[in-house]
């Protein structure tokens, strides 16, 4: 599902190769009323018959985990050194240090 337009998505999905089929909520209320709030949401659906679950969504983050590098970056040391996070934290860590 995407709030791209249908023909933009389907031209992008041909030069990937994809068979996958894709949705767009263009011209509906549809993002707004999930809360994705012109953002970028992560939500999962489960339909059963005429029934539709959101079965699992999220935002920020919780998106994270689609982008790989992302991924690795939180497993560094000095992570993605945002402005909130503390890079000097090994600084004040020696316990840490290998070479004695």
Known sequence: MSDMPLAQIEAYKKRMGWTLPFVSSRGTSFAEDCGAGGGFMLSVFLRDG??????????ARGVDRLVFFHNILDLCPYGRQEDWEDSRRLAAAPHLRLNG
Do not use: C, F, H, I
């Not at 005429?50 to 935002?59: F, L, N, P, Q």
């Open 50 to 59: 005429a029934d539709v679950y959101r079965t699992y969504s999220t935002t």
